[in-house]
């Protein structure tokens, strides 16, 4: 996480993070992501700091979210990955 900003007028929590690995899609530098606050508040979720890890997950309607990333969860992840075949169809997804 290297910024979060609130809209306040919006209504919109703003976080811009480095992107450091994907599981799916291409790999960036920089992606910023809003969502809702109401959304954000209703989840559970505060608002992260500036330096933490978080997951961030977009969709093709442009939409977007984000959780607390934990390291236990990425090693998961990364096993998971791992484990596919090159080419080979992810669940849940056209790609």
């Not at 890890?53 to 977007?64: E, T, Y």
């Not at 984000?66 to 090159?86: D, F, H, I, M």
Request: glycine share 8%.
């Amino acid at each position: 996480m290297t910024k979060v900003e609130q809209d306040r007028q919006k209504s919109l929590d703003i976080i811009t993070v480095r992107v450091v690995e994907t599981f799916k899609g291409p790999a960036g530098d920089i992606a910023t992501v809003q969502i809702p606050t109401r959304l954000r508040t209703a989840c559970g979720l505060e608002l992260p700091a500036v330096g933490a890890q978080v997951l961030v997950a977009l969709d093709p309607g442009n939409d977007s979210a984000w959780v607390p990333l934990k390291a236990s969860y990425a090693e998961l992840l990364r096993e998971y990955k791992s484990k596919l075949q090159p080419g080979e169809k992810r669940p849940g997804t056209t790609h």
